[in-house]
């Protein structure tokens, strides 16, 4: 059993959501689509066993599957209710692991986990249940095998079951001997139709979906002579070279699955080739009805089974026999290599004569039979309320792995086992330089690849997605992947912190002081490309007195801004120039042809990051008066157009306080200091709607959390504006219209995210979580796409002389669409050329640092320079 600790709503003024709005039932439970693997079609209750939770008074949702050996209508004629969304159930079971992205947090689960030995491959679904506050039991043990249940199979597909994305299937089989029979003998236990090899094509387009249809393929339906494309039977017994087969055209295009009999030598046609499977699974693009619960096929041809055995044979690409424990494998024919993974593109290989299956549908009924006693204690259980006070059975208690965001203290030796096996891996080698990396976001792979230059450093990427540190692990050298959460586990953090010689932080900057503290006690360097926050500038003689360097603001911005500002500013000084004015704009943007939507913008860094900032206060000083923008909206409203690159049409608008640069640059001088954001013309418009209706919003929204029935956008909008949910679509509009001042752009902004219709809004705590999770679907780059970082600095100095020069500072870089992106090429590298030059020791300053001395500026621009980052510089004179 998965338990998940339900935090209390608080703080809900802003907020008119409320009580839940549905309590029509006891409780709500879901049985979730298996998807850990493909074969997985198991389902923990059979339909009876829904039928009797369901007359209880209880609901229960399914999800959709055309994979599950049960079909749906059976469970909904128990009572069950279809539905993709299953976030309403406060009890979700399942046969297998969820992958970690489909955890609803604040939910109990039931599951096999696979856990208990601390394996490797699940400690991050254990670190996912830990970090969202979910409980999980491991009581139930696999279900026997046996014999493969055809017939029944066969019922369903005559009562016309078959998922239409699959069907017609078509069966071919090769050769008349005792293989092919045999073979013949269990499909004929299907609604099975035989035709001739040359109605395959038709019956393959347009066959009924509630039988199955085979055809049995002898010599001379698809032999013939090179010459003239005759088959002669005597001939090809004596001369089979002079022979060539058609199957790969006229039968194998219109095949599902082949059932390979045939004796082959190498004198004889092959019936496959490597090229032909190549063309045969060019993928057919998928239809608009095709979705997760009911995907379409990619190709037609699915399986081949080469009962022959002979590899390299007949069927070219079957190089090598399957196993009994590994009966399956995936062939790839664009890398002409077989995966043991039987997920991904590629035809599904099996080469044994004897192929042992699941009964799923006697494994359900046994498996729900074991599970059903103990469903009617965990569909009460009350994820608030400790463990203890649960009135669970020894059985079910005994079994419960995590709650409230820990192991329970049967399991906590857990962790001991992972910390041991992490600790043994990044010990292995001696004498290198070891580097913890926080986070496995945009921009660790350049951090990454930098530092791995050299041979003699070892990463090790620590990140609450375990699978993007292995992704990011199998592509580097020297690459350790670990699975950390630092809110919630400070003591593996401390156990990493301590084991390494410097600790790179990509997390967001409210975790830094915690990390730096650990770094501190185990006297760790550190660099973050985050600002440097009062919590950090606390911790600044600590840090001295550990003598440690934690170096901060090594980023694009901050940090190459500072960098860039500080060159230009110490050497106008040393030139005997004074500052009047400095000018500081950075945006991260789609490149000009991505940039096809209402905002102009897509999400290269945290979408929720760049919502928040539209409501931030900003503070510049304009012609020595101090501007102060308020929290709340203003900021954009406070919109000027930025003309300095013309091409790009775009806007800024000012950044946090950038009064306190004047003291930090020692420009004391300058009338004028103002750092800002860049965007295309149009965003803070389209952004300002947003705001107006009250979208950009922190407060917690009950409506919303994941234990909430879902809520349409149209509903979450009246309840934003005060308008009744039922109020006529008309009415409704015309509330938001006047809203946002009847503003026809942002009216239509809002119709292109779709925020006007009666779509479900993505679960989350806040509607600016929300609304950042909206946003990010529709707005992250496709494949190909690439994004631009824009950095302008505009530098004013006045001469000895009386003249006005103004430095005019550009960088712009781009994106590559196979490689990185520019925001991570931009925040990534700083980072990493700070890490490097404290491993090297070049930069021996203790204490917190920031990038605005030339020890650090000037070999950080010129390695930067290196990787790619030019910047230009321009000046224009004023008498």
């Given at each position: 059993?998965l338990r998940?600790?339900r935090h209390?709503?608080r703080g809900?003024?802003?907020?008119?959501?409320g009580?839940?709005r549905?309590?029509?039932h006891?409780?709500?439970m879901a049985?979730r689509?298996e998807?850990?693997?493909?074969?997985?079609?198991r389902?923990?209750l059979?339909?009876?066993?829904?039928?009797?939770?369901?007359?209880a008074g209880?609901?229960?949702l399914?999800?959709?599957?055309?994979r599950?050996?049960?079909?749906?209508?059976?469970?909904e004629?128990?009572g069950?209710i279809?539905s993709e969304?299953?976030s309403?159930a406060?009890?979700i079971?399942?046969?297998?692991?969820p992958?970690e992205?489909?955890?609803?947090?604040?939910?109990?689960?039931?599951?096999f986990?696979?856990?208990?030995?601390?394996?490797?491959?699940?400690?991050a679904?254990?670190d996912?249940?830990?970090?969202k506050?979910?409980?999980m039991?491991?009581n139930?043990?696999?279900?026997?095998q046996?014999?493969?249940a055809v017939?029944?199979?066969g019922?369903?597909?005559?009562m016309?079951?078959?998922p239409?994305?699959i069907?017609?299937?078509?069966?071919?089989?090769?050769?008349?001997g005792n293989v092919s029979k045999?073979?013949q003998?269990?499909i004929?236990?299907l609604?099975v139709?035989y035709?001739?090899?040359?109605e395959?094509?038709?019956?393959s387009?347009?066959?009924d979906?509630?039988r199955v249809?085979?055809?049995?393929?002898?010599?001379?339906?698809?032999?013939?002579?090179?010459s003239?494309?005759v088959y002669?039977?005597?001939?090809y017994?004596?001369?089979?070279?002079?022979?060539t087969?058609?199957?790969?055209?006229s039968v194998?295009?219109?095949t599902?699955?082949?059932?390979?009999?045939?004796?082959?030598d190498?004198?004889t046609?092959r019936?496959?080739r490597?090229?032909?499977?190549?063309?045969?699974?060019?993928?057919v693009?998928?239809?608009?009805?095709?979705?997760?619960g009911?995907?379409?096929?990619p190709?037609?041809l699915?399986?081949i089974?080469?009962?022959?055995?002979?590899?390299?044979?007949?069927?070219?690409?079957m190089?090598?026999?399957?196993s009994?424990?590994?009966?399956f494998?995936?062939?790839?024919?664009d890398?002409h290599?077989?995966h043991?993974?039987?997920?991904?593109?590629?035809i599904?290989m099996?080469?044994?004569?004897?192929?042992?299956?699941q009964?799923?549908i006697e494994a359900?009924?046994?498996?729900?039979?074991?599970?059903?006693?103990?469903?009617w204690?965990?569909?009460?259980?009350?994820?608030t309320?400790p463990?203890e006070e649960?009135?669970f059975?020894p059985?079910v208690r005994?079994?419960?792995?995590?709650?409230e965001?820990?192991?329970?203290?049967?399991?906590e030796y857990?962790?001991?086992?992972?910390?041991?096996s992490?600790?043994?891996k990044?010990m292995k080698?001696?004498g290198?330089k070891?580097?913890l990396l926080?986070?496995?976001g945009?921009?660790?792979?350049?951090?990454?690849?930098?530092?791995?230059?050299?041979?003699?450093?070892q990463?090790t990427?620590a990140?609450?997605?375990?699978?993007?540190?292995?992704e990011?692990?199998?592509?580097?050298p020297?690459?350790i992947?670990?699975m950390?959460d630092?809110?919630?586990q400070?003591?593996?953090?401390?156990s990493?912190?301590k084991?390494?010689?410097?600790?790179?932080?990509?997390l967001p900057?409210?975790y830094?002081?915690v990390?730096?503290?650990?770094c501190?006690?185990?006297k760790?360097?550190m660099?973050?490309?985050s600002?440097?926050?009062?919590?950090?500038?606390?911790?600044?003689q600590?840090?001295?007195?550990?003598?440690i360097t934690i170096?901060?603001?090594?980023?694009l911005d901050p940090g190459?801004?500072?960098m860039?500002?500080m060159e230009?500013?110490?050497?106008?000084?040393?030139?005997?120039?004074t500052i009047?004015?400095?000018?500081?704009?950075c945006?991260?943007?789609?490149?000009?042809?991505?940039?096809d939507n209402?905002?102009?913008?897509k999400f290269s860094?945290s979408?929720y990051?760049?919502?928040l900032?539209?409501?931030s206060?900003?503070?510049?000083?304009?012609d020595n008066e101090?501007?102060?923008?308020p929290?709340?909206?203003?900021?954009?409203e406070?919109?000027?157009?930025?003309?300095?690159?013309?091409?790009?049409?775009?806007?800024?608008f000012?950044?946090?306080?950038?009064?306190?640069?004047?003291?930090q640059y020692?420009?004391?001088?300058a009338?004028?200091l103002i750092?800002?954001t860049?965007?295309?013309?149009?965003f803070?418009?389209?952004m300002s709607?947003f705001?107006k209706?009250?979208?950009i919003?922190t407060d917690?929204?009950?409506?919303?959390k994941?234990t909430?029935a879902?809520?349409?956008?149209?509903?979450?909008?009246?309840n934003q504006?005060g308008l009744?949910p039922?109020?006529s679509?008309k009415?409704?509009e015309?509330?938001?219209?006047d809203?946002?001042g009847q503003?026809p752009?942002?009216?239509?902004t809002l119709k292109?995210?779709?925020?006007?219709?009666?779509?479900?809004?993505?679960?989350?705590?806040t509607?600016?979580?929300s609304?950042?999770?909206h946003l990010?679907a529709?707005?992250?780059?496709?494949?190909g796409e690439?994004?631009?970082i824009?950095?302008?600095n505009?530098?004013?100095?006045?001469?000895?002389t009386?003249?006005?020069e103004?430095?005019?500072i550009s960088?712009?870089?781009?994106?590559?669409?196979n490689?990185?992106?520019a925001?991570a090429?931009?925040v990534g590298y700083?980072?990493a050329?700070?890490?490097?030059?404290?491993?090297?020791g070049?930069?021996?300053?203790?204490?917190?640092v920031?990038?605005?001395t030339?020890d650090i500026?000037?070999p950080a621009?010129k390695r930067?320079?290196?990787?790619?980052?030019?910047?230009?510089?321009?000046s224009?004179i004023?008498e």
């Amino acid at each position: 059993m998965l338990r998940l600790l339900r935090h209390q709503a608080r703080g809900t003024r802003s907020c008119l959501c409320g009580q839940r709005r549905y309590e029509h039932h006891k409780r709500v439970m879901a049985i979730r689509r298996e998807d850990i693997n493909v074969w997985e079609r198991r389902a923990p209750l059979a339909p009876r066993h829904v039928k009797e939770i369901v007359h209880a008074g209880h609901k229960v949702l399914v999800q959709p599957s055309n994979r599950r050996a049960i079909h749906e209508n059976y469970y909904e004629k128990a009572g069950a209710i279809i539905s993709e969304d299953i976030s309403e159930a406060s009890l979700i079971i399942g046969v297998k692991s969820p992958p970690e992205e489909k955890l609803y947090p604040r939910k109990t689960y039931a599951f096999f986990s696979h856990t208990i030995k601390a394996q490797e491959a699940n400690m991050a679904l254990l670190d996912d249940l830990l970090k969202k506050h979910i409980g999980m039991a491991h009581n139930y043990r696999n279900v026997s095998q046996a014999i493969q249940a055809v017939r029944d199979c066969g019922y369903e597909i005559s009562m016309g079951l078959m998922p239409k994305s699959i069907g017609p299937v078509t069966f071919v089989f090769t050769g008349t001997g005792n293989v092919s029979k045999g073979a013949q003998d269990i499909i004929n236990e299907l609604p099975v139709e035989y035709v001739e090899p040359h109605e395959l094509k038709d019956v393959s387009q347009t066959g009924d979906m509630s039988r199955v249809y085979a055809t049995v393929l002898s010599r001379h339906h698809h032999l013939m002579r090179k010459s003239d494309g005759v088959y002669d039977p005597l001939e090809y017994e004596y001369h089979p070279e002079l022979y060539t087969s058609h199957f790969r055209t006229s039968v194998a295009p219109y095949t599902t699955c082949l059932i390979n009999g045939i004796y082959w030598d190498p004198q004889t046609p092959r019936l496959l080739r490597r090229l032909d499977a190549q063309r045969l699974l060019t993928h057919v693009k998928p239809s608009a009805a095709a979705t997760e619960g009911w995907p379409e096929l990619p190709h037609k041809l699915l399986a081949i089974c080469d009962i022959s055995a002979d590899m390299g044979g007949s069927i070219e690409f079957m190089t090598e026999c399957t196993s009994i424990d590994k009966p399956f494998c995936m062939y790839d024919a664009d890398q002409h290599i077989d995966h043991d993974s039987v997920e991904g593109t590629g035809i599904l290989m099996c080469s044994i004569d004897n192929l042992p299956a699941q009964l799923p549908i006697e494994a359900t009924e046994y498996f729900g039979d074991r599970l059903f006693p103990y469903i009617w204690e965990m569909l009460p259980s009350d994820a608030t309320r400790p463990l203890e006070e649960e009135d669970f059975s020894p059985q079910v208690r005994d079994a419960v792995i995590t709650s409230e965001g820990k192991l329970t203290p049967k399991f906590e030796y857990i962790e001991d086992l992972r910390e041991r096996s992490e600790q043994a891996k990044i010990m292995k080698r001696s004498g290198m330089k070891r580097v913890l990396l926080l986070g496995s976001g945009y921009v660790s792979g350049p951090v990454i690849e930098y530092l791995t230059r050299d041979p003699g450093t070892q990463i090790t990427v620590a990140s609450v997605l375990l699978t993007q540190a292995e992704e990011l692990a199998g592509k580097y050298p020297n690459t350790i992947p670990v699975m950390l959460d630092v809110t919630s586990q400070e003591g593996h953090l401390e156990s990493l912190v301590k084991d390494h010689d410097l600790v790179i932080s990509m997390l967001p900057y409210g975790y830094h002081p915690v990390i730096a503290k650990h770094c501190i006690n185990k006297k760790v360097n550190m660099v973050t490309a985050s600002y440097l926050s009062p919590a950090m500038k606390d911790l600044q003689q600590s840090a001295e007195e550990a003598g440690i360097t934690i170096v901060n603001e090594m980023g694009l911005d901050p940090g190459i801004d500072h960098m860039l500002a500080m060159e230009c500013i110490d050497q106008a000084k040393a030139d005997g120039c004074t500052i009047e004015s400095y000018s500081s704009f950075c945006g991260g943007l789609p490149a000009p042809e991505c940039s096809d939507n209402p905002l102009r913008y897509k999400f290269s860094w945290s979408p929720y990051g760049v919502l928040l900032n539209t409501i931030s206060p900003a503070i510049f000083l304009k012609d020595n008066e101090v501007v102060s923008i308020p929290a709340g909206g203003t900021l954009m409203e406070s919109t000027a157009p930025m003309d300095f690159l013309p091409g790009f049409n775009l806007e800024g608008f000012p950044n946090r306080d950038s009064t306190k640069y004047s003291e930090q640059y020692g420009i004391e001088s300058a009338h004028t200091l103002i750092r800002g954001t860049l965007r295309f013309k149009g965003f803070s418009e389209a952004m300002s709607g947003f705001v107006k209706l009250g979208l950009i919003n922190t407060d917690p929204c009950p409506m919303l959390k994941h234990t909430s029935a879902p809520v349409s956008w149209k509903e979450l909008l009246c309840n934003q504006i005060g308008l009744h949910p039922s109020a006529s679509d008309k009415a409704f509009e015309g509330a938001v219209y006047d809203r946002i001042g009847q503003d026809p752009f942002k009216m239509e902004t809002l119709k292109w995210f779709g925020m006007l219709s009666k779509e479900a809004v993505p679960h989350a705590e806040t509607v600016l979580a929300s609304l950042a999770k909206h946003l990010e679907a529709r707005l992250s780059f496709d494949e190909g796409e690439r994004d631009m970082i824009i950095m302008r600095n505009d530098v004013g100095l006045r001469h000895s002389t009386g003249e006005l020069e103004t430095k005019h500072i550009s960088l712009v870089v781009y994106g590559d669409p196979n490689g990185y992106s520019a925001m991570a090429k931009t925040v990534g590298y700083p980072a990493a050329i700070a890490a490097r030059m404290v491993l090297d020791g070049e930069i021996r300053t203790k204490g917190l640092v920031v990038p605005m001395t030339k020890d650090i500026y000037g070999p950080a621009l010129k390695r930067l320079q290196e990787e790619g980052l030019k910047f230009t510089s321009k000046s224009t004179i004023q008498e």
